[in-house]
């Protein structure tokens, strides 16, 4: 069955770097792109970008281009997002979600990474 | 502020059907496939409608999609209580060149 397993949660101070990662199983990790959602507190979905399983294309969300990077290890089928110069609006449950190549909808999420940015 | 609007709450009785919309505009919705989600903070959200109209396997058909013009329905029918969550839509935005999710919609069951 298809799982995506996420790294455990972080605390980080302002303006630190964080990187999530989402190891994937079950099924062809090339066929699929990776997508990244979060969840502020008290806030809805936002989608932070994609990255194609295949050929690694990228696609990141304009309000965060500059401090997201998105990549991924094809030997070991994992999904990695780092992002930097943290910010206490950072502050979040973080997803990693299967897309199609075309990216449009998600249909297997990982279980959520919290990531608390406090000083 | 999301470029698709949701109304914040809805709510309907168990047993009936209950509606969630979301409008958008042509850069997004008008020319876009539409998907659904169901989330409760805190767990997986969970695609209950992808391409306007189409459920995954293993989602009941008292789930249904539909999409006219630049607005896209989510349809509920013999609500639980179960059911009571938040639900988003989310579409591609060709001039903002990213995925928007709705602002989301909180289902009450009565």
């Known amino acids: 069955q298809v799982q995506l397993v996420q790294s455990g949660a972080e605390v980080k101070k302002p303006g630190a770097s964080v990187k999530f990662s989402c190891t ?12 990244w959602v979060r969840q502020a507190p008290g806030q809805g979905l936002e989608w932070m970008g994609w990255i194609s399983g295949y050929n690694d ?18 030997s070991t089928n994992t999904a990695y997002m780092e ?16 897309g199609t190549l075309g990216g449009l909808f998600f ?3 990982g279980q959520g990474t919290l990531v608390t940015v406090s000083s | 502020q999301s ?25 997004n919705i008008g020319n876009n496939y539409v998907s659904w989600y169901r989330h409760l903070p805190g767990t997986a959200p969970k695609l209950l409608i992808y391409d306007n109209n ?9 789930f249904s999609g539909s999409k006219s013009g630049t607005s896209a329905t989510l349809g509920i029918s ?12 989310v579409t591609w935005d060709t001039s903002l060149t990213d995925v928007v999710f ?3 919609s909180k289902l009450t069951v009565l």
Do not use: H
């Open chain 1, 24 to 35: 994937a199983s079950g099924y062809t990790f090339t066929n699929y792109s990776i997508s």
């Open chain 1, 57 to 74: 294309n990228t696609n990141y969300a304009q309000k965060l281009q500059g401090r997201v990077t998105m990549t991924t290890d094809r």
């Open chain 1, 83 to 98: 992002l930097r110069s943290l910010r206490s609006d950072d502050t979040a449950v973080y997803y990693c979600a299967r």
């Open chain 1, 107 to 109: 249909d297997y999420w």
């Open chain 2, 3 to 27: 470029v698709l609007t949701q109304s914040p709450s809805v709510s309907a009785a168990p047993g009936q059907k209950v509606t969630i919309s979301c409008s958008g505009s042509s850069s």
């Open chain 2, 54 to 62: 189409k459920r995954p396997s293993g989602i009941p058909d008292r």
């Open chain 2, 78 to 89: 013999g609500l639980q209580t179960g059911d009571e969550a938040d639900y988003y839509c």
């Open chain 2, 102 to 104: 709705g602002g989301g």
